[in-house]
C-alpha cells in the first residue's frame, strides 16, 4: 500500500469509497476541494457531491455514475470530467480517475482521484472566443489572413485565397507557403517558415514575389506570429498584395530620377553622374566636356502651334541626340529646352568641338513633328574641365555663360567659354529677372521720336520707342534688353504693352486737340509668330476708338525674312484691320524681292546704318539711291532713319525720299516732352504762314 503520508501530502484529491459508496478516506487536498474537513466528510455517499450540472456545459453529465458502473461491475476503470458540489453547495469542474480497491478477487471499494479544472476550462473557453473573434474579423477582412501549422495553411480567409485566384478548399489542407511563391522567392521563404516553426524567431516580417494560380507573378508582404491555434502551434499572420504599391514605388523612384517628357535624365541625375565622372576623371587625370544646349526661339514653337506640339518636337530633338552621343556620355534634361551633355574622356578641345559641331548639324535637317515639317536651331556653351572649373557646379555656371554668349551672337552655333562671358551671362540673368517684373511695376516708358517732311519740316508722325526706367539702375537701354525679351519670349508681353500704351497716347492727343498723322510702332518678329498680335491690336483699337490708319506698324527686314510662312498670313491680318506696315532696317537683311511683292508692305524705312556714312561714303550713297528707286517702281512711301545732318537730310531730299527721321530733327522724348515739341512745331508752322 502507498505510505499514508504521500497520500496526505498529495495535490491531487484522492478519496476511497466502500462497495456501497460511502467515504473511507479523504486526504486533505479533497477536503479542501469540497469544502469541508476530512471528519466532516467520512461516512458521507459520494454521490451528495457527485452532481448533475448545468453549470459546465463542457464536462460530462454522466447518465449513471462511474462508480456505480464499477461497482456494478459494469467497467473496471473511469475517467473523465465531471461537477463536483462544495459543502456550500457551490460547483466547480474536476477531472478524475475512477478505480477498483479489490482484496482476495472480491470488490472492497473504489479509489477515485480528481483535481479542480476551472482555470483550464476557462482558459479553453477564452481560446475558443479568441478564436471565434479572429475568424469573424478574417473572414471579413481586407487583407489576406493565414494560419500555418506543420507547413501547411490550415486557415485563409477569402481575401488571401482571392489575392493568389484559388478558391479557399484548394489552399486549405493541401498547399504551404512555398506553393505559393515563386521560384526565385522559395529559398527565402523556406529558411522563414523553418526560423518560425523552430521557435528561432517569433515573429516576421518580409517581403516576397507570389505566385498566382494563373502563373503571374505579385508582390506580397508577409506578418506572421507564433501562436496557439485550436491548442495547436501554428503561425498565424497576414499577407498584402503590394504589387501596385511597389510599382508606384517604381514609378517615383523614376520619377525622382528621370524626366517623364524625354525619359532623359533630370537634373538631379545629371548632378550625380556628372560628379562620378569629375572623380573618374580626377583619377584617371582625363579631361571632360560639358555642353550645355539651348533650343533658340523654342517658346515661339509652344505660342504658334501649342505646347503639346513643343512637347513632341523636344522629344525628337532628344532622341536625334541620343542616337549621337556615345553609350558612356549623358544626356540630359535640365528643365524647359535647356539639355546637358556630359562627354567623358575627350582627348581636348578639339574633340569637344567636333562633338559640338556634330550636333549642331542635326539641326540642319527638319524635324517631322505631326503634320509640321519644323526646322529650329540650337545655342551651345562648352565648359572643359578642369581648366573651366574643378566642380560640377562651376562647369554647369560656365558652359551655361558660353550658351548665353552663342544666343546673344544669333544662335545656332557653339562657344567655350572664356572668363570674360561670367559677368555678361549674369548681366543677362539678372536683367532677365527683373524684366518678368518690369511691367507689372509699371516701370517701363514710351518714348516718341517725330517723323519729320523734309520738304516743308512739318512734323507728320512719329515713331513709339519703348524704354526701361530700372528702380535703381534708371535708363536701361533697348540695346540691353531687347535681345533678352526676344530670346526669352518676354517680349511679347512688353509688345502688348506697346501697342495699348501708344493707342492711348494717341486717344489723349486727339483729345488735346494735337493731331498726329501717323504713329509707327515697332513688331518683334516673336510677337507676329505668336498669331494673337491681331487680336491684341483689334482690342486696343476697340477700347481707345482710334482710327486704325493712324497706326504703321513695323516690322524688321530680318524677322520678315526669318519667319516668312509665318509672317505672311499674320501681316494679311493687321492690315486688314485698316493700319499700314512698314518694313524696318530695310537693306541690312537679304530679302527676296518676290516676297517684298507679296507682302502688303505701305513703306520702306533705310536703316541708320546706311545714312549715317553719306556724304563721305559713296557706296552708302549708291545704296540709298538703290533703295529710294526700288521703292518708288513697287510704289511703296520712303523713310530714311538716323538723320543727323544737313548734308544727310539734303542728299536724301535730292534722291526722292520726302520723311526722316533722325537727331537733327529730335532724339526720342518722353510723351509730355514730345507733346511740347509738337505744339511748338506747330506753332512756328503756323507763325511763318501768317
Same mark, same amino acid.
Given at each position: 500500500?502507498?505510505?499514508?503520508? !504521500?497520500?496526505?501530502?498529495?495535490?491531487?484529491?484522492?478519496?476511497?469509497?466502500?462497495?456501497?459508496?460511502?467515504?473511507?478516506?479523504?486526504?486533505?487536498?479533497?477536503?479542501?476541494?469540497?469544502?469541508?474537513?476530512?471528519?466532516?466528510?467520512?461516512?458521507?455517499?459520494?454521490?451528495?457531491?457527485?452532481?448533475?450540472?448545468?453549470?459546465?456545459?463542457?464536462?460530462?453529465?454522466?447518465?449513471?455514475?462511474?462508480?456505480?458502473?464499477?461497482?456494478?461491475?459494469?467497467?473496471?476503470?473511469?475517467?473523465?470530467?465531471?461537477?463536483? /458540489?462544495?459543502?456550500?453547495?457551490?460547483?466547480?469542474?474536476?477531472?478524475?480517475?475512477?478505480?477498483?480497491?479489490?482484496?482476495?478477487s472480491s470488490l472492497k471499494g473504489i479509489v477515485l482521484t480528481f483535481h479542480d479544472i476551472t482555470e483550464k476550462l476557462e482558459g479553453r473557453r477564452a481560446l475558443e472566443e479568441s478564436e471565434s473573434q479572429f475568424r469573424e474579423l478574417s473572414e471579413n477582412s481586407l487583407v489576406g489572413v493565414y494560419v500555418i501549422q506543420e507547413d501547411i495553411f490550415t486557415y485563409v480567409n477569402p481575401r488571401l485565397a482571392e489575392i493568389f485566384g484559388y478558391k479557399r478548399e484548394e489552399i486549405i489542407g493541401k498547399m504551404g507557403p512555398l506553393d505559393l511563391s515563386s521560384p526565385e522567392s522559395r529559398t527565402g521563404v523556406k529558411t522563414n517558415v523553418e526560423k518560425r516553426i523552430s521557435g528561432e524567431v517569433e515573429s516576421i516580417h518580409y517581403m516576397i514575389r507570389g505566385l498566382r494560380k494563373d502563373g503571374t507573378k505579385i508582390d506580397v508582404e508577409l506578418f506572421g506570429n507564433r501562436s496557439l491555434y485550436h491548442g495547436t502551434p501554428g503561425v498565424i499572420g497576414t499577407l498584402l498584395d503590394i504589387t501596385s504599391r511597389i510599382d508606384a514605388e517604381g514609378q517615383i523612384q523614376y520619377q525622382a530620377y528621370y524626366d517623364t517628357l524625354t525619359g532623359l535624365p533630370n537634373r538631379r541625375l545629371f548632378n550625380d553622374r556628372l560628379d562620378h565622372a569629375l572623380k573618374t576623371a580626377d583619377r584617371q587625370d582625363q579631361k571632360l566636356a560639358l555642353l550645355c544646349l539651348d533650343l533658340d526661339r523654342f517658346k515661339q514653337v509652344n505660342d504658334?502651334?501649342?505646347?503639346?506640339?513643343?512637347?513632341?518636337?523636344?522629344?525628337?530633338?532628344?532622341? *536625334? !541626340?541620343? &542616337?549621337?552621343?556615345?553609350?558612356?556620355?549623358? @544626356?540630359?534634361?535640365?528643365?524647359?529646352?535647356?539639355?546637358?551633355?556630359?562627354?567623358? *574622356? =575627350?582627348?581636348?578641345?578639339?574633340?569637344?568641338?567636333?562633338?559640338? #559641331?556634330?550636333?549642331?548639324?542635326?539641326?540642319? /535637317?527638319?524635324?517631322?513633328?505631326? %503634320?509640321?515639317?519644323?526646322? =529650329?536651331?540650337?545655342?551651345?556653351?562648352? $565648359? !572643359?574641365? %578642369?581648366?573651366?572649373?574643378?566642380?560640377?557646379? &562651376? @562647369?554647369? /555656371?560656365?558652359?551655361?555663360?558660353?550658351?548665353?554668349?552663342?544666343?546673344?551672337?544669333?544662335?545656332? #552655333?557653339?562657344?567655350?567659354?572664356? %572668363?570674360?562671358?561670367?559677368?555678361? $551671362?549674369?548681366?543677362?540673368?539678372?536683367?532677365?529677372?527683373? @524684366? *518678368?517684373?518690369?511691367?507689372?511695376?509699371?516701370?517701363?516708358?514710351?518714348?516718341?521720336?517725330?517723323?519729320?517732311?523734309?520738304?516743308?519740316?512739318?512734323?507728320?508722325?512719329?515713331?513709339?520707342?519703348?524704354?526701361?526706367?530700372?528702380?535703381?539702375?534708371?535708363?536701361?537701354?533697348?540695346?540691353?534688353? =531687347?535681345? !533678352?525679351?526676344?530670346?526669352?519670349?518676354? =517680349?511679347?508681353?512688353?509688345?502688348?504693352?506697346?501697342?495699348?500704351?501708344?493707342? *492711348?497716347?494717341?486717344? &489723349?492727343?486727339?483729345?488735346?486737340?494735337?493731331?498726329?498723322?501717323?504713329?509707327?510702332?515697332?513688331?518683334?518678329?516673336?510677337?507676329?509668330?505668336?498669331?494673337?498680335?491681331?487680336? $491684341?491690336?483689334?482690342?486696343?483699337?476697340?477700347?481707345?476708338?482710334?482710327? %486704325?490708319?493712324?497706326?504703321?506698324?513695323?516690322?524688321?527686314?530680318? +524677322?520678315?525674312?526669318?519667319?516668312?510662312?509665318?509672317?505672311?498670313?499674320?501681316?494679311? +491680318?493687321?492690315? &486688314?484691320?485698316?493700319?499700314?506696315?512698314?518694313?524696318?532696317?530695310?537693306?541690312?537683311?537679304?530679302?527676296s524681292l518676290s516676297y517684298l511683292k507679296q507682302l502688303p508692305i505701305d513703306k520702306l524705312k533705310i536703316d541708320r546704318s546706311f545714312v549715317m556714312g553719306i556724304p563721305e561714303d559713296t557706296s552708302d550713297i549708291a545704296i540709298i539711291k538703290a533703295v529710294i528707286s526700288l521703292g518708288n517702281v513697287l510704289g511703296l512711301e520712303i523713310v530714311a532713319e538716323g538723320v543727323e545732318k544737313p548734308s544727310q537730310r539734303n542728299i536724301i531730299l535730292e534722291n526722292g525720299c520726302h520723311i526722316g527721321q533722325g537727331y537733327l530733327f529730335s532724339p526720342p522724348l518722353p510723351a509730355e516732352e514730345f507733346t511740347d515739341f509738337v505744339r511748338k512745331n506747330r506753332l512756328t508752322d503756323d507763325t511763318s504762314g501768317h
Open positions: 500500500m502507498l505510505d499514508r503520508s !504521500i497520500l496526505e501530502t498529495a495535490g491531487e484529491g484522492i478519496v476511497s469509497l466502500d462497495a456501497r459508496g460511502s467515504l473511507t478516506y479523504v486526504n486533505p487536498a479533497a477536503a479542501e476541494l469540497l469544502g469541508a474537513l476530512p471528519k466532516d466528510l467520512l461516512g458521507r455517499d459520494a454521490r451528495d457531491f457527485w452532481v448533475q450540472s448545468n453549470c459546465y456545459p463542457q464536462v460530462d453529465n454522466w447518465s449513471k455514475l462511474p462508480i456505480q458502473q464499477i461497482m456494478d461491475g459494469d467497467i473496471q476503470l473511469s475517467s473523465g470530467t465531471a461537477a463536483f /458540489k462544495r459543502s456550500d453547495d457551490t460547483q466547480f469542474p474536476v477531472e478524475f480517475l475512477a478505480r477498483p480497491l479489490i482484496v482476495s504658334s502651334l501649342g505646347h503639346e506640339t513643343g512637347d513632341a518636337l523636344l522629344r525628337s530633338v532628344c532622341a *536625334r !541626340i541620343q &542616337n549621337t552621343i556615345h553609350d558612356n556620355d549623358t @544626356l540630359a534634361r535640365l528643365g524647359g529646352d535647356e539639355l546637358a551633355i556630359v562627354l567623358e *574622356r =575627350i582627348e581636348g578641345v578639339e574633340m569637344a568641338a567636333a562633338i559640338s #559641331a556634330q550636333v549642331l548639324a542635326l539641326f540642319e /535637317k527638319p524635324f517631322d513633328v505631326g %503634320p509640321h515639317k519644323l526646322f =529650329i536651331a540650337a545655342s551651345m556653351g562648352i $565648359s !572643359i574641365y %578642369p581648366e573651366d572649373g574643378e566642380t560640377g557646379a &562651376n @562647369l554647369v /555656371k560656365h558652359a551655361d555663360a558660353a550658351m548665353y554668349t552663342a544666343k546673344k551672337q544669333g544662335g545656332a #552655333a557653339y562657344e567655350f567659354y572664356r %572668363p570674360a562671358m561670367t559677368a555678361s $551671362s549674369a548681366e543677362w540673368l539678372e536683367l532677365e529677372t527683373a @524684366l *518678368r517684373r518690369a511691367v507689372e511695376q509699371k516701370q517701363l516708358r514710351l518714348y516718341f521720336q517725330p517723323q519729320v517732311d523734309l520738304r516743308s519740316g512739318k512734323i507728320i508722325g512719329a515713331e513709339a520707342l519703348v524704354r526701361w526706367l530700372h528702380p535703381d539702375k534708371g535708363l536701361i537701354s533697348p540695346i540691353k534688353f =531687347i535681345p !533678352i525679351a526676344e530670346a526669352t519670349g518676354q =517680349i511679347v508681353e512688353v509688345g502688348d504693352w506697346v501697342i495699348k500704351e501708344a493707342c *492711348r497716347h494717341l486717344r &489723349n492727343w486727339q483729345a488735346d486737340g494735337l493731331t498726329i498723322e501717323q504713329l509707327a510702332i515697332n513688331l518683334s518678329g516673336v510677337q507676329v509668330v505668336r498669331g494673337d498680335v491681331v487680336d $491684341s491690336l483689334r482690342q486696343a483699337i476697340e477700347e481707345t476708338g482710334i482710327d %486704325p490708319s493712324m497706326l504703321e506698324l513695323e516690322i524688321t527686314e530680318n +524677322s520678315i525674312m526669318e519667319y516668312t510662312e509665318d509672317v505672311q498670313g499674320v501681316l494679311l +491680318s493687321l492690315r &486688314n484691320l485698316g493700319v499700314s506696315l512698314a518694313i524696318d532696317d530695310f537693306g541690312t537683311g537679304y530679302s
